[in-house]
C-alpha cells in the first residue's frame, strides 16, 4: 500500500481543555521526551507536564494559564506527530494556528523538540506578562459555514471604527484583540451575528497586534537564532508564505517568529489554503490535544470549495465516508495514521 501524503495541523491555544485531561497519559505514556520535558520544567521551578496532565481534576485557573497551557498543548502536538506512522503517511508540509506556529517549527525540522518546547514554555509566560487587553471571537458564518461578504465588510468597517485590531484570521470566524476600551466599543457597535454571539476568550491577552511589542523584546532577548535551522519539510507560516525545506534562512525564520507573528494578525485561513492548494495533500492531520480547531479547517475548505465541499452538511458527509480530516484528539481518526 502506498503511503498517502498529508498536510499537518498544529493547534494553539485553548484546544487543552477538561476532555483532554490525562491525553499524556493515554497517548505518550513512558515516552522520553516527556522526561526531558519534566526535568526542564522542574528545574525553573515550574509544575512538571506528567504533573499537570495526570491531576485528578481540570482546573481552567491552572490549567488553562498561557505557562502552563502553551507547554501542554505543546507537548501533546509534538507526540503526535512522531507518533505517525511513516508507512502510512508521509508530510509534505506543516503549518499552525497562533501559539501552534511553536509546534510547526518543531514538526517541520526548524526547531529541536527540545528548544520549541523552551520556546512554548518560554512564550506561555512572556506573551500573559504585561499586556493589558484581550480576545473576541466573532463567529462570522451561519451554521451552514457559508462566508458572507456583507457581513463580513460590515464587521471590518465597525472594527476600523473601534480602535481595536485584526488578531486572527480563523476560517469562519475572526478573532480581534485589543485594550478593554477598545473592545468594549466594537462589541457595542457590531452588526447581529448569525450563530453565536462574541465570546470574549479568558486568559488570552492582545495576541498578533501591536500591543504585543514587549513581549516581542523579551522573546529576541531570551530565545536565540542559534537554535533554528532550514525546515527539513516545508513551513507555511501565519502569512501564508512558505519557507522552503533546506532553502529558508534560520535567522529570517527567527525574526519572523518573534517579530512580525507576534505583531502582526496571524492568518490560519490563508496559511491552510496555501497548505491544501500548493501540497494538494491526499489528507489533512490535525495534531491533538482535542479537536477544537476542526470546525475552523472545515470552514476554510468549505471556502475554498474544495474536494466540491460547499457547505457544513457536504463536509460532514465527506468526513463520514472518507475522512479528509484526520484529527489524532479522536481516538478513531488517530489509528488512521498511527501504528497504534
Known amino acids: 500500500m502506498s503511503r498517502e501524503t498529508v498536510l ?20 505518550h505514556n513512558g515516552s522520553p521526551l516527556i ?40 507537548a501533546a502536538s509534538i507526540l503526535d506527530l512522531l507518533s505517525l506512522d511513516s508507512a ?23 526547531v529541536s523538540p527540545e528548544h520549541s518546547f523552551a520556546i512554548a514554555d518560554a512564550m506561555g509566560v512572556n506573551s500573559g506578562t504585561g499586556e493589558r487587553g484581550g480576545q473576541v471571537l466573532l463567529t462570522l ?19 476600523a471604527q473601534s480602535g481595536a485590531f485584526r488578531s486572527i484570521e480563523l476560517g469562519g470566524m475572526l478573532l480581534v484583540a485589543g485594550g478593554e476600551r477598545e473592545l468594549d466599543a466594537l462589541l457595542a457597535a457590531l452588526p447581529a451575528l448569525p450563530s453565536r454571539a462574541p465570546l470574549r476568550l479568558a486568559g488570552h491577552g492582545p495576541f498578533h497586534t501591536p500591543l504585543m511589542a514587549e513581549s516581542s523584546r523579551r522573546a529576541l532577548a531570551q530565545l536565540p537564532a542559534e537554535w533554528f535551522a532550514p525546515p527539513r519539510i516545508p513551513l ?3 502569512e501564508g508564505r512558505i519557507w522552503r525545506a533546506g532553502a529558508a534562512s534560520p535567522e529570517a525564520i527567527h525574526r519572523y517568529t518573534f517579530t512580525t507573528q507576534i505583531l502582526e494578525p496571524y492568518d490560519f485561513t490563508r496559511s491552510l ?18 479537536d477544537a480547531l476542526g470546525g475552523a479547517i472545515g470552514q ?7 474536494l466540491g465541499i460547499t ?23 488517530r489509528l488512521l495514521v498511527t501504528t497504534r
Not at 37 to 47: I, L, S
Open 88 to 110: 502510512k503517511v508521509e508530510v509534505v508540509a506543516v503549518c499552525g494556528n497562533s501559539m501552534g506556529w511553536y509546534t510547526a517549527l518543531a514538526c517541520a525540522g526548524a
Open 311 to 333: 457547505d457544513r452538511t457536504g463536509f460532514a458527509a465527506r468526513q463520514a465516508a472518507d475522512p479528509f480530516l484526520i484529527a489524532m484528539g479522536r481516538d478513531d481518526q
Open 300 to 306: 476554510v475548505l468549505v471556502a475554498e470549495r474544495w
Open 273 to 290: 489554503a496555501v497548505g491544501i492548494k500548493e501540497f494538494a495533500p491526499d489528507r489533512i492531520v490535525l495534531l491533538g490535544p482535542g
Open 236 to 238: 507555511i507560516d501565519g
Open 141 to 159: 458564518v451561519g451554521e451552514d459555514w457559508r462566508p458572507d461578504p456583507s457581513l463580513r465588510a460590515q464587521v471590518e468597517r465597525v472594527l
Open 35 to 74: 522526561e526531558a520535558f519534566d526535568v526542564a520544567r522542574a528545574e525553573a521551578g515550574k509544575p512538571t507536564m506528567s504533573e499537570l496532565d495526570g491531576a485528578a481534576r481540570y482546573s481552567t485557573a491552572r490549567h488553562g494559564a498561557g505557562e502552563n497551557a502553551a507547554p501542554l498543548i505543546y
Open 8 to 27: 499537518v495541523v498544529c493547534p494553539g491555544r485553548g484546544t487543552y481543555g477538561a476532555k483532554e485531561l490525562g491525553y499524556l497519559v493515554r497517548h
